[in-house]
């Protein structure tokens, strides 16, 4: 799979009925941060933090910026906190097939290529998958088009029941790994698209007997493996590979659309899966 265009740049909007008083009292209280340790950060005094978040005083865009960085606050986020304190958004939010982001995407495609023969595969905010490498394309041999076509969502396609879901050994473990993961960027980013997805999978019905049966059998025996992180064992062509999952972003982001792009790396997590994807290219 290559790269693919995500959807078209959404226009940032001002939360409704928000100033950005209570927005920024809101992403302090998530970070839980003082006032007082907020005005130390940002080189401002609680009394005048104190007034932001109650409306008496408008805080510069320079500020709105300042207080934005020392919360962690997500660049999308940021433009709404400047829309709510009447400022035009600073981010722009570069559609990914824009010729602005050609050595973007050059970047992701040789970065994913060149780690075949393992997986490895790039999201979206909602984990729309707009880069793959061939051994994505391995795992997900079989899969019904439906959910391949035509920009295949991650989340979706490892829980449906249709998807990986009956291939995965241990699903209701890996299962529960990526609803907490989901729910952790729920609680990070206010996207409502981001919550529906999570409604949508989280209802899905696990397969009979998942994660309860023996695995599959092996060409080989691996004998007991100390995994070193929660794995992914799924079974293919008659074995059951295992892999460790690993998520990279990009470093101090200018731009929406990069800020929300993840590049996930699967690893062996044991020989035997080593040794059979090196196997398929040597």
């Known amino acids: 799979m290559t790269l693919v265009a995500s959807g078209p740049a959404a226009t940032p909007t001002a939360p ?9 009292r809101a992403w302090r209280e998530r970070r839980r941060v003082s006032q007082l340790e907020l005005a130390l950060r940002a080189d401002s005094s609680a009394r005048h933090i104190s007034f932001v978040e109650t409306g008496r005083a408008r805080p510069s865009e320079e500020m709105v910026l300042r207080l934005a960085e020392h919360l962690d606050v997500p660049v999308r986020e940021r433009n709404a906190l400047l829309l709510a304190a009447g400022y035009a958004p600073h981010y722009p939010e570069t559609p990914l097939d824009d010729p602005a982001l050609d050595a973007l995407r050059d970047g992701m495609e040789r970065l994913i290529q060149g780690y075949e023969p ?13 880069a793959a490498n061939r051994g994505v394309a391995m795992l997900v041999e079989g899969v019904p088009e439906s959910l391949l076509a035509p920009a295949p969502n991650a989340m979706r396609l490892t829980l449906h029941p249709d998807g990986l879901a009956p291939r995965i050994r241990n699903l209701r473990e890996w299962r529960g790994h990526l609803l907490a993961q989901m729910e952790r960027q729920i609680a990070l980013h206010r996207s409502e698209a981001l919550r529906e997805l999570y409604e949508e999978v989280a209802a899905y ?3 009979a007997g998942s994660g309860d049966g023996e695995p599959a059998e092996t060409t080989e025996s691996t004998g007991p493996v100390a995994y070193f992180a929660l794995p992914m064992r799924i079974e293919h062509a008659g074995r059951v590979l295992s892999f460790v999952s690993s998520i990279s972003t990009f470093n101090t982001p200018m ?3 990069v800020a929300e792009l993840a590049i996930e790396t699967f690893l062996p997590a044991d020989p035997a899966t080593a040794k059979y994807l090196n196997s398929l290219v040597s």
Request: hydrophobic residues 45%; negative net charge; charged residues 15%.
């Open 255 to 257: 731009d929406v659309t």
């Open 205 to 207: 019905p696990a397969p």
């Open 16 to 24: 409704d009925g928000k100033g950005v008083g209570p927005l920024l």
């Open 118 to 130: 393992y997986p490895a595969l790039v999201v979206d905010a909602t984990y729309t998958v707009v």
